[in-house]
C-alpha cells in the first residue's frame, strides 16, 4: 500500500537555525498537509496546500514557516528561525481528489531544538 | 477553543469486550468525521470515517455511530484485542475538497490481556 515518508526522523537543531522538513506524499495525491503535536498535546493542523499554493493556514503558521513542493514528487516544510518551542512532531499528509477523503499520514519527523 | 473533544483521556478495557471511545464537537459546520489510530512513533493511522449524511459506518471490528442533533460520535470496538491499545484521535472537517482536519486530544486505550 503507498505510504507518506519523512525524512529525517529526527532532526536536533540550535535555536536560530533554519530547519527543513522533508515528505514525499503518496504519488496520486492533489492535496497536502502539515500538521504538529507538541509532546503530550494534540494534533494541530499547520498548512495544506494544492496546486502549488498554500490553500489555508493556521496562526500557529506565522512568517517563520514556508512550504514548498520543490519537484513533483517532495514537499517541504521550512521553519525560518527555530525557537525552542518549535520542538514537536510534525507530520506531513496527503489525501487524493474527491470530496470526504481521509487523509494519510507519514510517520513524522521528530524536531528537538537546543 | 476546543471544536473537538474526547473526555476521557485513557480507557482500559478486557480483550475480548466492547471499547467505547466518545468524541463531542461543537462547530455545526463539520460534516466528515474520521478516526484515527497512533501507535508510538508513527502517524496517525485511519481507522474509519463517516460524513453527516449517514449515522453509521461499520468496517469489521469498528463501528462509527454519529448523532448529530447532540454533536456527538463514537467509535465502537468489538471484539477488543490486545493490539488495539493506542491513542485514538477523532478527527472532524467541514467542506469536503482538501479541508483541514480539526483533531480531539485524544483518549488511550488499554486492551489488557
Known amino acids: 500500500e503507498p505510504e507518506v515518508t519523512q525524512t529525517p526522523s529526527h532532526q536536533v537543531t540550535q535555536m536560530g537555525q533554519e530547519v527543513i522538513l522533508r515528505c514525499v506524499p503518496i504519488?496520486?495525491?492533489?492535496?497536502f498537509y502539515w500538521y504538529r503535536q507538541i509532546l503530550g498535546q494534540k494534533v494541530e493542523f499547520l498548512v495544506s496546500f494544492y496546486n502549488n499554493e498554500i490553500s489555508e493556514k493556521s496562526e500557529i503558521f506565522d512568517d517563520q514557516f514556508s512550504v514548498e513542493r520543490p519537484d513533483g514528487s517532495n514537499f517541504t516544510l521550512k521553519i525560518r528561525s527555530t525557537k525552542l518551542e518549535d520542538s514537536a512532531m510534525y507530520f506531513c499528509a496527503s489525501t487524493g481528489s474527491g470530496g470526504n477523503q481521509p487523509q494519510h499520514f507519514g510517520d513524522g519527523t521528530r524536531l528537538s531544538i537546543l | 477553543d476546543q471544536q473537538v473533544k474526547q473526555n476521557s483521556p485513557s480507557l482500559s478495557v478486557q480483550e475480548g469486550r466492547i471499547s467505547i471511545l466518545n468524541c463531542d464537537y461543537t462547530?455545526?459546520?463539520?460534516?466528515?468525521f474520521l478516526w484515527y489510530k497512533k501507535y508510538p512513533a508513527e502517524g496517525p493511522t485511519f481507522l474509519i470515517s463517516i460524513s453527516s449524511i449517514k449515522d453509521k459506518n461499520e468496517d469489521g471490528r469498528f463501528t462509527v455511530f454519529l448523532n448529530k442533533s447532540a454533536k456527538h460520535l463514537s467509535l465502537h470496538i468489538v471484539p477488543s484485542q490486545p493490539g488495539d491499545s493506542a491513542v485514538y484521535f477523532c478527527?472532524?472537517?467541514?467542506?469536503?475538497?482538501?479541508?483541514?482536519?480539526?483533531f480531539g486530544p485524544g483518549t488511550r486505550l488499554s486492551v489488557l490481556p
Open positions: 462547530n455545526s459546520m463539520f460534516d466528515y
Open positions: 504519488s496520486n495525491h492533489l492535496y
Open positions: 478527527a472532524a472537517s467541514a467542506g469536503s475538497y482538501g479541508q483541514n482536519f480539526v
